[in-house]
């Protein structure tokens, strides 16, 4: 059975997102004292670069798993870097603003990639296609097959509605910023429940 078909990978991609939001948010509680969502959309503990940092792992490794470390190491390294300046220059174009900047640091391109993150997307492919994928792979096999794909149509459903929301709330926060005043009842909605204070803590406060 190929593990990389497109049941795994969503699954893959939801363990992901939700494993990359607890982390971050550990990681901001431990080095800053703070609690910040680091969710990508408005509703729900939703890290999307890293989901598509786990598919792209996958995508990657899976033909090399019984490969040394050194190899995998390398294309982790690589394809990593690629990865991450690819979605710090697209969240820069579709967003307007990206979550990190690494331009004070040593060996970096343009602020977006960096040597020693770099270095850790090479340790970290190893412990994922080594450690981590093998485990997730086994648990997706254990969900019935039947509630497994009904359970993720739900999910990418919600998915749509929440990246819909989320740029919705996004434009309504920087025409709220501009002094525009809300035109109906969900503008008033969004300028109460999702604004410049609730994205700004999602996006590490490099939201504007």
């Not at 919600?158 to 809300?182: E, H, Q, V, W, Y």
Request: hydrophobic share 50%; glycine share 8%; charged share 15%.
């Amino acid at each position: 059975m190929k593990k990389n078909n497109l049941y795994n990978l969503f699954y893959i991609f939801i363990f992901g997102c939700i494993t990359g939001w607890v982390v971050e948010g550990l990681w901001s509680l431990l080095k800053k004292g703070l609690l910040i969502n680091h969710s990508a959309l408005v509703i729900g503990p939703f890290n999307i670069a890293y989901g598509i940092c786990a598919v792209t792992l996958s995508f990657l490794l899976y033909k090399y798993r019984n490969s040394s470390y050194l190899k995998i190491f390398l294309i982790s390294f690589i394809g990593g870097t690629i990865l991450e300046y690819l979605m710090s220059l697209g969240m820069e174009l579709v967003l307007g603003f990206t979550a990190w900047d690494y331009s004070q640091k040593f060996l970096n391109i343009n602020g977006r990639v960096c040597l020693t993150y770099s270095i850790f997307w090479g340790l970290l492919g190893i412990a994922w296609i080594k450690m981590l994928y093998p485990k997730i792979i086994k648990f997706i096999d254990k969900i019935d097959k039947k509630v497994g794909k009904i359970l993720a149509i739900c999910i990418s459903v919600f998915l749509l509605f929440d990246f819909c929301l989320t740029m919705s709330a996004i434009n309504r926060a920087r025409a709220c910023d501009k002094g525009l005043a809300p035109q109906n009842k969900y503008e008033e909605f969004l300028d109460h429940t999702f604004n410049s204070k609730y994205l700004k803590n999602m996006f590490n406060n490099t939201w504007e």
